[in-house]
């Protein structure tokens, strides 16, 4: 059973930045797609970034040049770099976790069958 632990969210200030974490356990790290999704309150969950097993990236427009994620096969951790960070930002925030998986299906999240419990981020004006 793959299990996702998230760390690092916090209360940040706008042009702030934070990392989270995504630890991934109880399976071969290097044979799944690690994306993150995040959801604001009364909204639906939304594709953030992900990265493949293969080694490829994907982004969402609202992350581009702010966001970078990124992999560390000696910890099986994927981390989510956020940069710039907007009010907008604020929401809990998943990691979910694919066996192989690519292209289109980075950002779906009916592709990701495990999830972590989220870390809440929240981002002052």
């Known amino acids: 059973q793959v299990q996702l632990v998230e760390s690092g969210g916090g209360l940040v200030q706008t042009g702030d930045s934070l990392r989270l974490s995504c630890a991934v356990s109880g399976d071969t790290f290097r044979t799944y797609t690690v994306g993150w999704f995040r959801q604001a309150p009364g909204k639906e969950r939304e594709f953030v970034a992900a990265?493949?097993?293969?080694?490829?990236?994907s982004y969402a427009d609202s992350g581009k040049g702010r966001f970078t994620i990124s992999r560390d096969s000696a910890k099986n951790t994927v981390y989510l770099q956020m940069n710039s960070l907007k009010p907008e930002d604020t929401a809990v925030y998943y990691c979910?976790?694919?066996?192989?998986?690519?292209?289109?299906?980075?950002?779906?999240?009916?592709?990701?069958?495990?999830w972590g419990q989220g870390t809440q981020v929240t981002v002052s004006s």
């Open positions: 990265a493949s097993w293969s080694g490829g990236t």
């Open positions: 979910a976790a694919m066996k192989y998986g690519g292209g289109t299906r980075l950002a779906l999240a009916n592709g990701y069958a495990y």
